[in-house]
């Protein structure tokens, strides 16, 4: 399925990413990595420094007319402990939970940073 889905996304001419992305200002810079990499920590920083989050983890870039355009994919983001401890001036108000053997908060990034999860923005 997941295989189907990626070859249905280039019929369209766009492509996933496991990323980040978060716009600045004018510039929108994307973060590729492995889990656990910090995605979501650069991210939440960045939100927390005025920054706009497209997503955390998951962007969708394809070719617009002007050039190479990112949108977020998601509406949620994970934080473990040391990266809530970071960018948080308080402990989330929800329990961690096991995602792919991290122990991570999930929570509505538009709940605590600019977010704009599905709308294009320039790369």
């Known amino acids: 399925l997941w295989i189907m889905l990626h070859r ?3 019929t369209f001419g766009a492509v996933h990413l496991h990323a980040a992305a978060v716009t600045l200002g004018d510039r929108t810079l994307v973060f ?6 910090g995605k979501s920590s650069i991210a939440t920083s960045l939100g927390r420094r005025g920054g706009i989050i497209l997503s955390d983890d998951h962007v969708l870039v394809r070719r617009g007319p002007a050039g190479y355009v990112v949108s977020g994919c998601e ?3 994970r ?5 809530e401890a970071a960018v948080f001036d308080s402990p989330l108000p929800m329990p961690a939970r096991d ?3 991290a122990m991570k908060k999930e929570f509505a990034v538009g709940r605590f940073f600019p977010s704009r999860p ?5 790369v």
């Open 32 to 37: 590729v990595g492995e889990k656990g990499a």
């Open 75 to 77: 509406t949620w983001a």
């Open 99 to 101: 995602f792919g053997g």
């Open 79 to 83: 934080v473990t402990a040391e990266t």
């Open 8 to 10: 249905a996304l280039l």
């Open 118 to 122: 599905h709308e294009d923005a320039p």
